[in-house]
């Protein structure tokens, strides 16, 4: 069962950076991805940013040059830079993943990640 830590929320003014972690522990097959989503009281979860399998780093337009995905030093960590950020950015944010033994399947995170974190706060106040 894959298991998925973050950390790295809190609170911050209108312009400031945090830095959220995720680690996640369990994987059993190699094919596996990891990703970013936030969810806004009221509002759907959507996705943040993701790093494709051909390496290439995809964000939501609302975060667009404000937030830079990253895998982390360790094995199985993902980081989420954010910067300028704004009081819409305040959400609870989400480390999610999945995992296929399919060696050939590409998987979309954003589409197919099954597993999650308990998530972060992020409030940013004005």
């Known amino acids: 069962q894959v298991q998925l830590v973050e950390s790295g929320g809190g609170s911050v003014q209108a312009g400031g950076s945090l830095r959220l972690s995720c680690a996640a522990s369990?994987?059993?097959?190699?094919?596996?991805?990891m990703a970013w989503f936030r969810q806004a009281p009221g509002k759907e979860r959507e996705g943040v940013a993701v790093i494709d399998p051909d390496g290439t780093p995809n964000y939501a337009n609302a975060v667009k040059g404000r937030v830079t995905i990253s895998q982390g030093n360790a094995e199985n960590t993902l980081d989420l830079q954010m910067n300028n950020l704004q009081p819409e950015d305040s959400a609870m944010y989400f480390c999610a993943a999945a995992e296929t033994s399919v060696k050939t399947w590409v998987l979309s995170c954003l589409d197919e990640a099954n597993y999650w974190g308990q998530g972060t706060q992020v409030t940013v106040s004005s």
């Open positions: 369990g994987f059993t097959y190699s094919n596996k991805c």
